[in-house]
Each structure stands twice: as structure tokens, then as C-alpha cells.
T-cell receptor
Framework: EPEVTQTPSHQVTQMGQEVILRCVPISNHLYFYWYRQILGQKVEFLVS????????KSEIFDDQFSVERPDGSNFTLKIRSTKLEDSAMYFC?????????????????FGPGTRLTVL | GENVEQHPSTLSVQEGDSAVIKCTYSDSASNYFPWYKQELGKRPQLIID?????GEKKDQRIAVTLNKTAKHFSLHITETQPEDSAVYFCAASPLGSGGYNKLIFGAGTRLAVHP
């Protein structure tokens, strides 16, 4: 069964440094998302991406964050200048295009996550 | 924006008992409601979902009910087993025409099933 993959599994960085988190969505999916989960808390929506542009972003997704689909398979989240409070598990998710299964098939498949630790 | 409340935060049951987790949502435009199970250190995995045109959906030992008028939905697990122990998250999402939808999650319920 196809799965969303993410690299690295764990990233440790110094405050103020840039990090790039990588995701490979399921190959026939066209909708991509990033979520984060601070330890012991709920999963929070960051951004959704479709057709090479951001379709929606949350208040958390400020100017320090950006997303990109640099090629046909990868989907990246960049944090330009990390802060201590960016420490969290970051999940990538993808969903199938609407209409390919005859309905608005909305299931989002999550990757295993990247644990980001900012020191 | 959408806000999802989830209760209880922890739930402890004996193996074989039933477990019920309840969620309420605020945005009447939300009409897709998935439930995810997350084991320690693992990714959230969808276990069941329901759309607003249905009041109840069942899959073996798991069922979800939805009351759109009251804006609440519940997860029911019958004949619980130790492997059901995990954190369960409810979520709400407006099913828009764009085909993409953010998920707004509840705070999670830590379910412990004791043998």
C-alpha cells in the first residue's frame, strides 16, 4: 500500500537556523498539507497546497514558513529562522484529487513525521 | 474559524467493555468528520470517517454517529482490546468544492484498555 514518506525522521537545529523538511506524497495525490504537533498537544493545520500554490494557511504559517514542490515528487516545508517554539513533530499529508474516485474523496494520509528540535 | 472540542481527555476501560469519545464542532459548514488513531511515536491513521449526509456509520467494532443539528459526533468502540490503546483524535473539515480541506483536530483522547 502506498504511503507518504518524510525525511529526516529527526532534525536538531540551533535557534535562528534554516531547516527544510521533506515529504514525498502518495504518487497520484494532488493535494498536500503540512500539520504540526507540539509534544502532547493536538495536531494543528499549517498549510494546504494545490496546483503549485498555497490554497490555505493558518495563523501559525507566518513569513518564516514557506512550502515548495520543487519537482514531481517532493513537497518541502522551509522554516527560515527557527525559534524554540517551532520544536514539534511536523506531519505531511496528501489526499487524492476530487473526482478521481467519483466523489470528493477527502481522506488525508499522513506521513510518519519529522521531529524538529530547536536548541 | 472552526473549533473542535473533544472529551474525555483520558479514558480507561477493561478489555471487552465499550468506549465512547465525544466531539463538538462550531462551524456549521463543516461536513466531513474523520477519526484518527495515533499510537505512540507513530503517524495518525484514519480509522473511520463520516460525511454530513449520513447519521451513522459502522465498521466492525467501530461506529461513528453524527448529529448535525447539535453539532456533535461520537466514536464508539465495542469489545475493546488492548491493541485499541492509543490516542484518538476527532477532526472536522468543510467539504468544499476545491477538493482540498484542512482538518481541524480535537485535543485527543488517550484510551487505555486494560486486560
Amino acid at each position: 500500500e502506498p504511503e507518504v514518506t518524510q525525511t529526516p525522521s529527526h532534525q536538531v537545529t540551533q535557534m535562528g537556523q534554516e531547516v527544510i523538511l521533506r515529504c514525498v506524497p502518495i504518487s497520484n495525490h494532488l493535494y498536500f498539507y503540512w500539520y504540526r504537533q507540539i509534544l502532547g498537544q493536538k495536531v494543528e493545520f499549517l498549510v494546504s497546497f494545490y496546483n503549485n500554490e498555497i490554497s490555505e494557511k493558518s495563523e501559525i504559517f507566518d513569513d518564516q514558513f514557506s512550502v515548495e514542490r520543487p519537482d514531481g515528487s517532493n513537497f518541502t516545508l522551509k522554516i527560515r529562522s527557527t525559534k524554540l517554539e517551532d520544536s514539534a513533530m511536523y506531519f505531511c499529508a496528501s489526499s487524492e484529487a476530487a473526482g478521481t474516485s467519483g466523489t470528493f474523496y477527502n481522506e488525508q494520509f499522513f506521513g510518519p513525521g519529522t521531529r524538529l528540535t530547536v536548541l | 474559524g472552526e473549533n473542535v472540542e473533544q472529551h474525555p481527555s483520558t479514558l480507561s476501560v477493561q478489555e471487552g467493555d465499550s468506549a465512547v469519545i465525544k466531539c463538538t464542532y462550531s462551524d456549521s459548514a463543516s461536513n466531513y468528520f474523520p477519526w484518527y488513531k495515533q499510537e505512540l511515536g507513530k503517524r495518525p491513521q484514519l480509522i473511520i470517517d463520516i460525511r454530513s449526509n449520513v447519521g451513522e456509520k459502522k465498521d466492525q467494532r467501530i461506529a461513528v454517529t453524527l448529529n448535525k443539528t447539535a453539532k456533535h459526533f461520537s466514536l464508539h468502540i465495542t469489545e475493546t482490546q488492548p491493541e485499541d490503546s492509543a490516542v484518538y483524535f476527532c477532526a472536522a473539515s468543510p467539504l468544499g468544492s476545491g477538493g482540498y480541506n484542512k482538518l481541524i483536530f480535537g485535543a485527543g483522547t488517550r484510551l487505555a484498555v486494560h486486560p
